[in-house]
């Protein structure tokens, strides 16, 4: 499925671009930023981030499952990938300014 119509990435590169990430250091806050840099891409439009950082969520946690990662120890770096999420999610729709409207 093609995740970035922009830079026409798919889920398929994202999920393999977070594990290898987390083979590297399995600690390390990954964003949007981050997995487009590692794919020698650049966010465009950014209206994928929001996706992008669901996928990372979902990746990052199944990455974790497959170590047994205490739950204690996942619960904090979920809360942060989460405050990311919204973080993109809220503000602006499709880059436009809160009360512009249509003439």
């Not at 997995?35 to 199944?62: M, Q, S, W």
């Not at 990455?63 to 047994?68: P, Q, S, T």
Request: aromatic content about 6%; some cysteine.
């Amino acid at each position: 499925m093609i995740t970035c119509q922009c830079n026409i990435i798919t889920e398929a590169e994202i999920e393999e671009t977070i594990v290898s990430m987390l083979d590297e250091d399995r600690w390390q806050l990954i964003v949007p930023a981050k997995v487009y840099h590692a794919l020698e891409k650049r966010g465009k439009c950014c209206r994928c981030f929001p996706n992008v950082v669901d996928i990372i969520i979902r990746t990052t946690d199944a990455y974790h499952a497959r170590f047994d990662t205490p739950d204690a120890d996942m619960i904090s770096y979920r809360a942060k990938l989460i405050e990311l999420r919204n973080q993109y999610a809220g503000g602006l729709h499709e880059g436009q300014r809160k009360g512009n409207r249509a003439a």
